[in-house]
């Protein structure tokens, strides 16, 4: 595994939840109830922390040295990594939970392997915190699908559409490019092809307890990996980067 | 619950290993579960929790201020329950 | 009002008097119980609305450090609000018609939050202004005749100083930096100072509630005591990282051991309340927005709850 091959893994992870974080700001004050709020603000919350976390490691082995800051307030879109499931906008709740609960087991299954292995152990320190994070957010998102799936008929259809929706970003978390691969034959990165299996699993499980189904014949997208983003992350990071751009150099 | 409105329940928090469940507010959540979740998210942000109980309010059943003479002026006058009463010789009041 | 409802009355008030709580089941007179009922609720209204403004920059935070502090900072408003409501909901009132309330234009909330946030320097002007004031009026809370306030105050004020110091430490930042920064810092500070002080209430000779109040303990200082002490408070604070406070008429006076300060704007003041700040039709827009566009999740909920409870 090279050094630039690492970056790349190590961009993946913190872009992942870079934008993650960020779509899950833009709740506070608008969620469905109080409690919700401080929930969401939590998730968001905990990601940030990771973002820190793995954005420093990558900055780090750049041959010009840059924080998570420079990172993440001066990179174009095309440089960021992240999955095309997470830049999509936050739509209503169910949308939100929909989004959340996909990404939360893929990433429970990955960062349980990243907090076992002993290739890297800045990595594994990260991610031994990490899990216990997104084992929490998996009991939320999860609960809240079954909550929806199962509730009325309006909230049943309006998940089910979410679910229909989002299905077509799924595919990509499962996508390895040789970076994923060099992780993979390195044991830094757990194998994706059984990791999708049990992914796979694990989200019918959730889904049948909801009565929900999973849409088929879908055409996946990819591209976020490469930066081959959506419309909306350039729009996000306009916003999420606006002070720094505006101000070179000013600390705050 | 046609009302559209999430019942009440009443948290305890567990703060230390050793010690027992306080009274630390309510909140409001559509079952056990989430109220669980909620009581974590609102009352242990800053590592005061290592335990949650969540009750619904309607389940708790409290004395009635008009009731509390009858019930608690009775123990005022039975000092001889308190180690205080008993004077003991210096050498043995250890105990 | 006869002999012994007078006595009974009298009791009370000797009973308040004596620095000792009133618990929930309780008796209290009703005039008591409807100024807890409405000044818990409007206090746990303004922690909510107050999430807008601030919540605004939380996508446009200037530095990930940033962005994860004022997210703790906003959790914690949600946070306050949800103990004020619950210490309000054991006067036995339901939070849901309290938040009626407040989507209908009917309940009152701390006006500070009708001002708009147009630069990130607010976001520190807030923190340390507004959550100063608040913490001036909260503090003496933490000792009011109702246990269920006290105690809610008492879990407000270990967090609320945590958001003073972040707010300080954002204009420090701005005052060590650039020009164009420092300018940002100090053109917040001419937004925000006179609707601070204005957060303290009206005059107490204008005050219409504060006289039972203070009988009753649910208020411990006066209007016009608490505005002193911050203005006391902030001006060495600005005068320590270069601000210039925005009032020509302030100096201090030897005499007294304190500073003079200006008019207030009352006019501002009352128009503000009335309804005609600059963001008071926006903030309740966007929670009722909020509440609208939730109730099919609120719904959903208990539909869940009640299958699950039925098997």
């Not at chain 3, 940002?184 to 009206?202: E, I």
Request: aromatic letters at 8%; hydrophobic letters at 40%.
């Amino acid at each position: 595994m090279t050094n630039s091959q690492l970056t790349d893994i190590l961009l993946r992870l913190g872009d992942d939840s870079l934008v993650l974080s960020q779509r899950l700001g833009e709740w506070c004050g608008h969620a469905p109830i109080l409690e919700e709020d401080i929930a969401l603000t939590n998730i968001a919350l905990d990601l940030l922390g990771q973002t820190q976390s793995y954005l420093t490691l990558a900055g780090n082995l750049l041959s010009e040295t840059k924080t998570d800051d420079e990172l993440a307030f001066h990179r174009d879109a095309t440089d960021f990594q992240n999955l095309l499931l997470l830049e999509q906008p936050n739509g209503h709740f169910g949308d939100t939970i929909a989004r959340q609960f996909l990404f939360d087991i893929f990433s429970l299954l990955k960062v349980q392997h990243l907090a076992s292995q002993s290739v890297n152990t800045d990595i594994a320190a990260i991610a031994a915190k990490a899990v216990k994070e997104i084992r929490y957010h998996v009991d939320h998102s999860s609960k809240w699908v079954v909550r929806l799936g199962d509730g009325t008929p309006e909230s049943h259809d309006r998940i089910q559409k979410s679910i229909n929706d989002l299905w077509k970003f799924t595919g990509e978390m499962f996508m390895c490019d040789e970076s994923d691969n060099a992780g993979t034959q390195a044991g830094l990165l757990p194998d994706y092809t059984s990791m999708k299996i049990e992914w796979l699993s694990r989200v019918e499980d959730t889904l049948n307890e909801a009565g929900l189904t999973i849409p088929e014949n879908v055409d996946m997208k990819s591209g976020g990996r490469r930066g081959q983003h959506t419309e909306h992350l350039s729009i996000m990071l306009e916003e999420m980067q606006v002070l720094p751009r505006l101000h070179p150099g000013a600390n705050w | 619950m046609s009302n559209n409105n999430w019942p009440l329940w009443e948290v305890f928090i567990r703060s230390k290993q050793g010690l027992s469940h306080r009274h630390v507010g309510s909140l409001h959540a559509a079952d056990a579960e989430m109220a669980i979740g909620n009581a974590r998210d609102v009352y242990t942000r800053r590592q005061e929790g290592v335990g949650i109980w969540v009750v619904p309010a309607s389940d708790i059943t409290s004395s009635s201020p008009d009731d509390s003479e009858k019930l608690f002026d009775p123990a005022n006058d039975k000092v001889y329950r308190h180690p205080t009463f008993f004077v003991l010789p210096k050498e043995v009041d250890h105990m | 009002m006869n002999a012994s409802s007078e006595q009974i009355l009298k009791d009370f008030d000797t009973y308040v008097s004596e620095e000792k709580k009133i618990e929930p089941k309780d008796w209290m007179p009703d005039a008591y119980r409807k100024t807890l009922v409405r000044q818990i609720s409007q206090h746990a209204h303004s922690e909510i609305v107050g999430m807008l403004p601030e919540g605004a920059w939380i996508t446009r935070a200037p530095s990930l450090k940033r962005k994860a502090i004022l997210l703790a900072k906003v959790q914690d408003e949600a946070g306050h609000g949800l103990y004020l409501y619950s210490a309000c909901e054991t006067l036995g009132v339901e939070r849901a018609d309290l938040v009626d309330d407040l989507l209908s234009g009917k309940a009152k909330y701390s006006s500070i939050f009708n001002y708009p946030t147009p630069t990130w320097a607010d976001i520190g002007a807030i923190g340390w202004l507004v959550d100063g004031a608040a913490i001036m009026n909260q503090v003496p809370l933490c000792r009011c005749s109702y246990g269920p306030y006290a105690r809610a105050m008492v879990r407000v004020c270990r967090e609320e100083s945590f958001h003073q110091r972040q707010g300080y430490s954002i204009m420090m930042s701005l005052m060590e930096g650039t020009e164009a920064q420092r300018k940002m810092a100090q053109d917040a500070l001419d937004r925000w100072w006179w609707p601070s002080l204005m957060m303290f209430g009206p005059s107490d000779k204008d005050s219409k509630h504060s006289a039972q109040s203070i009988a009753w303990k649910i208020k411990r200082f006066t209007n016009d005591e608490l505005r002193q002490r911050m203005v006391d408070m902030t001006v060495p604070q600005a005068e320590l990282i270069g601000l210039k406070m925005p009032d020509p008429d302030l100096k201090w006076n030897e005499e007294k051991g304190m500073h003079d300060f200006g008019e207030i704007d009352w006019e501002e003041f009352y128009d503000v309340i009335a309804g005609n700040g600059p963001c008071n039709a926006e903030r309740l827009e966007t929670r009722n927005k909020a509440h609208d566009d939730g109730a099919w999740v609120r719904e959903a909920a208990l539909a869940y709850a009640d299958k699950k409870a039925k098997k």
